[in-house]
Each structure stands twice: as C-alpha cells, then as structure tokens.
Nanobody, 121 residues
Framework: QVQLVESGGGLVQAGGSLRLSCAAS????????MGWFRQAPVKEREFVAG????????YYTDSEKARFTISRDNAKNTVYLQMNSLKPEDTAVYYC??????????????WGQGTQVTVSS
C-alpha cells in the first residue's frame, strides 16, 4: 500500500549539510507516522528522527536533536530530514520508514531502500 523512495544522499565535507527526501506513494500517506533510521557498515540500525501523522509532534534522540530536523509535507507525500553540522560518524545508509511511529523499528511497517550519506573529514 505504501512505497517509499529516499533521495538526497551523497558525499559532503564535515560541517556541511544535506537534506534527505522520502517520497511516498499511497492513498493514505498522511495517516502514517514517519521516521528516519540509519545504519553504518559495522553498526546496528538506529533511530534518527520521527514525526507524527499530523506533523505536530517530532522526536529525536539527544545526539541528533541539535543538528537534525524532520518535517513532512502531506500535500506532496514527502518527508524530509535536514542534517546540519555533519560529522564523519554520521556516515551511514539512511532509511525512511512509515508506520505507527516511535523510536523503534518495530513501530514501522514500510521501509525504503535507503540512501547513502558519506561525510568526509
């Protein structure tokens, strides 16, 4: 019912910024909470940010809250992740997800294929 396609990843210097986009297809996109997760080659997948279906509630881990901002545009069926002050440790594949929400992968039913973010020193 829901397909997600991430874009906006790439190579950026430390201290730079990127904005990731996640385009969703499906008639009920606005009913889903959305989240961003990431996974580095030798680390487990971790929660980055989430947003409620209405967009009124957002949530982050403490480490990302000061630098990352999640938003959504339901009219465009798109969710965004603005990433500022990027660090090499932010390097990972970033995944968009849709579902009931929360800070755990179990709260999301649909996943994109991921987009690579590489931050160089």
């Amino acid at each position: 019912q829901v397909q997600l396609v991430e874009s906006g990843g790439g190579l950026v210097q430390a201290g730079g910024s990127l904005r990731l986009s996640c385009a969703a297809s499906g008639r009920t996109f606005s009913r889903y909470s959305m989240g961003w997760f990431r996974q580095a080659p030798v680390k487990e997948r971790e929660f980055v940010a989430g947003i409620s279906w209405s967009g009124r509630t957002t949530y982050y881990t403490d480490s990302e809250k000061a630098r990352f901002t999640i938003s959504r545009d339901n009219a465009k069926n798109t969710v965004y992740l603005q990433m500022n002050s990027l660090k090499p440790e932010d390097t990972a594949v970033y995944y968009c997800a849709a579902g009931s929400g929360g800070d755990s992968a179990v709260g999301y039913n649909y996943w994109g294929q991921g987009t690579q973010v590489t931050v160089s020193s």
